[in-house]
């Protein structure tokens, strides 16, 4: 048995009744359920459509994501999930970037990092390179003027920690960052990289070893075997190709208005909504999400 959830940006909620009735009986699915009104609908069916990824082509066209999945197991544990453009809206170190006057430069290389054109530790290294000097009371500054949370990540946060799931925050970022992301949205621990200073000023250089790729799979392995759960109880979120190992290893990985080239290799794609789209998806109403 599989599910079929669509759901549309929270901010317009333009999911149209017929336009799911038709995709309904067209893949000859079940009670069509509404999670919330006009934002988010589901159906069951008993086998995964051969042509999923044209209907979810079109659908994106009219601003709809589309989601296929076993029905079994979906409503998950855990919770694993990136910060940078994920739980925030911003990359840390691009807002670091800006306050010393490098910028332009050090977003090019974000940008091509994410992609997964540039290799994660080299690209961290020469960016923080690049901030040397630059005083460390910046970061408090950023934080209070530039970081904002993305939409939906207290909802998310909130209700799966209500329902005695376990959450954590895992980024290729900065500890100076995750620890008041994680507090604010009550994420039970966080991991990232720390930012060397002396005498008050960034020395260019990060705690080794860089937590990149590779130890977000390893957070996944160690918090899973802390808790005893398996891999396939935790759903992972992420936008960049740093993500890509945990997203593979979750049990349902999401890439969340991610780079294109990471998106096309994940099965499940939220490009219009927002954080709530991983309830959603779980098989959470509106009228469960529970805030903080």
């Known amino acids: ?128 390179g690049l901030l040397k000097g630059l005083d460390e009371a910046v970061i408090g500054k950023v934080l209070n003027e530039r970081i904002t949370l993305m ?42 990289n720390t930012l060397l200073a002396q005498d008050g000023k960034l020395t260019g250089d990060v705690l080794q070893p860089i937590l990149g790729r590779q130890a977000k799979v390893d957070a996944l392995e160690q918090i899973t075997n802390r808790l005893g759960l398996r891999e396939d109880e935790v759903i992972a979120v992420g936008d960049g190709a740093n993500d890509l190992g945990m997203l593979h290893r979750a049990g349902t990985g999401v890439a969340l208005h991610a780079k294109p080239t990471v998106a096309e290799q994940c099965e499940v794609r939220i490009n219009h909504g927002d954080l709530t789209a991983l309830l959603y998806v779980q098989g959470y109403s509106r009228s469960e999400f529970v805030s903080g």
């Not at 309904?24 to 609908?41: F, H, T, Y």
């Not at 900065?174 to 991991?191: M, Y």
Request: hydrophobic share 40%; net charge negative; aromatic share 6%.
């Open 151 to 192: 939409p939906g990540g207290k909802e998310l946060v909130g209700t799966m920690r209500h329902n005695k799931s376990y959450a954590a925050l895992v980024s290729g970022g900065f500890t100076a960052f995750t620890a008041r992301v994680a507090e604010v949205l009550g994420f039970d621990e966080n991991r990232a």
């Open 1 to 128: 048995m599989y599910v079929a959830t669509l759901l549309t940006n929270p901010d317009v909620s333009n999911l149209d009744l017929s336009m799911v009735e038709s995709l309904r009986n067209a893949w000859g699915g079940d009670e069509i359920v509404w999670l919330s009104p006009d934002e988010a609908a589901e159906f069951h069916l008993n086998e995964m459509p051969g042509n999923r990824w044209d209907v979810w082509a079109d659908l994106q066209q009219m601003d709809v994501d589309l989601v296929v999945q076993p029905a079994e197991g979906r409503r998950k544990k855990m919770l694993l999930a990136d910060m940078d453009s994920t739980m925030i809206q911003q990359e840390c170190i691009d807002e670091l970037a800006d306050e010393a006057g490098v910028g332009d430069r050090v977003k090019d290389i974000t940008a091509r990092a994410m992609n997964g054109e540039l290799d994660f530790e080299g690209a961290l290294t020469e960016r923080v």
